[in-house]
């Protein structure tokens, strides 16, 4: 094998990942927030974004792609521009569903490389992914918003926010942008995380945020699975799985580099065999969804079931992976300054997206079994 060549592990575990954007190296010494920024200038932010508005026309699958090369870069910078993917993602999905408006949107993101944060999180950890706190009062030229986001992703370097809130004296809930410049809303705390430190994750806290009918593009009764739930936990399955795949194909990369080293092979071999076969069976089961949801193979309450399918074998999957991975790699997964330990970590963070595991499995069988879906626990 030449030196140029790909490692064997590498070819493997890339197989069928296939894009046109990879993550420059990080400069030395680059914080999060300047790694993101960077990261945003060379093209990413345009991704998902429709070829007509500006921006580079990728797909579900071609994102996810981008998402997984970033991940096995960058976790921490991976797990927050996640967020804007999914979002800009969701966005161009309602617009070729809906051709309105929202393409006005579309354009200025790519026009101008601006981020989207996601705040959809809310403190208190609701398993109830579709439930928001926050408040918004409709007046005579929108909305005026209260509420706290939490913990969200890209909080000081996004240039919109991407937020739902219930209509006050409704049942509706709206999803709209709003600029993270406006009076009234602010960035305050941090995220007290093991892993995933550089994500520029905090707090957001809003105070009678006015927020301009122009940018809300959805609104809709709450608590309601209708196609903008089922297209956004798709696209956000997929590019959440695809992250992850790259910070385990990163992690098994450290792996299979220190057994070739020592030579110390043995059943070392067996392991890292059943750790890889672990994340092709995910990886290939990550674009199939994508690809069949693009192509409309799968839609309505059967896409929604396999994505949150997905979701959950992602989370298995990774406990399956490290537990093959420990004895190989052995106390260097525990070390401080190991490239394992940081990616022990960051891969630790998979359990806390939503939606919450103790609906996932429920979900499926309910659609199985000709039920209804929900995703409050309680219910």
């Known amino acids: 094998m030449t030196e140029s060549a790909e490692a064997p592990h590498l070819a493997l575990l890339n197989a069928g990942w296939s ?11 680059a914080t999060g927030p300047d790694r993101i920024r960077a990261l945003t200038a060379s093209g990413y932010a345009a991704l998902p974004i429709p070829r007509e508005f500006g921006g ?48 006005m949107l ?18 208190g950890g609701s398993p109830n992914f579709m439930s928001s706190r926050s408040e918004a009062e409709q007046t005579a030229k929108g909305y005026r918003v209260r509420g706290v986001k939490f913990p969200c992703s890209l909080a000081t370097t996004a240039t919109l926010v991407c937020l739902t809130a219930r209509v006050s004296g409704t049942d509706d809930t709206i999803l709209a942008l709003c600029p993270r410049s406006s009076p009234g809303l602010t960035v305050e705390g941090e995220w007290a995380s093991l ?14 945020v006015e927020l301009d009918d122009r940018l809300v593009f959805h609104r809709g009764p709450a608590d309601v699975i209708d196609e903008n739930v089922i297209s956004g936990t798709t696209w956000f399955a997929v590019l959440l799985s695809a992250t992850y795949h790259g910070v385990l194909s990163g992690l098994l990369d450290v792996a299979y580099r220190q057994v070739i080293r020592a030579g110390a092979y043995g059943p070392r071999t067996a392991l890292l065999g059943r750790a890889t076969r672990e994340l092709l069976t995910l990886g290939g089961a990550c674009r199939q969804l994508a690809a069949d949801f693009t192509s409309g193979a799968l839609a309505g309450r059967a896409a929604l079931a396999a994505a949150v399918g997905l979701r959950a074998s992602l989370s298995d ?10 004895p190989v790699v052995g106390s260097r997964l525990y070390g401080r300054g190991q490239p394992a330990a940081a990616l022990l970590v960051d891969s ?15 979900a499926v069988g309910a659609f199985c079994t000709g039920r209804e879906i929900s995703f409050d626990p309680a219910g």
């Not at 967020?83 to 051709?99: C, E, I, N, P, S």
């Not at 892993?195 to 009678?208: E, F, I, K, P």
């Not at 630790?348 to 996932?360: D, E, N, Q």
């Open 19 to 29: 894009t046109l954007w990879t993550p420059a190296p990080a400069r030395e010494g």
């Open 56 to 103: 580079a026309g990728a797909s579900l699958v071609e994102v996810a792609a981008a998402q997984r090369s970033l991940g096995m870069a960058d976790p921490s910078a991976a797990i927050a521009l996640n967020m804007h993917a999914f979002t800009v993602g969701l966005m161009a999905d309602y617009w070729q569903r809906h051709r309105d408006s929202s393409w």
């Open 348 to 362: 630790l963070a998979v359990h806390h997206h939503p939606p919450s595991l103790l609906t996932c499995d429920e």
């Open 106 to 123: 579309l354009e200025g993101i790519a026009q101008t490389g601006a981020l989207v944060a996601s705040a959809f999180a809310e403190p």
């Open 195 to 208: 892993g995933m430190t550089d994500s520029d994750t905090a707090r957001l806290v809003l105070r009678d």
């Open 317 to 326: 999957t990774r406990d399956r992976v490290l537990a093959a991975v420990t």
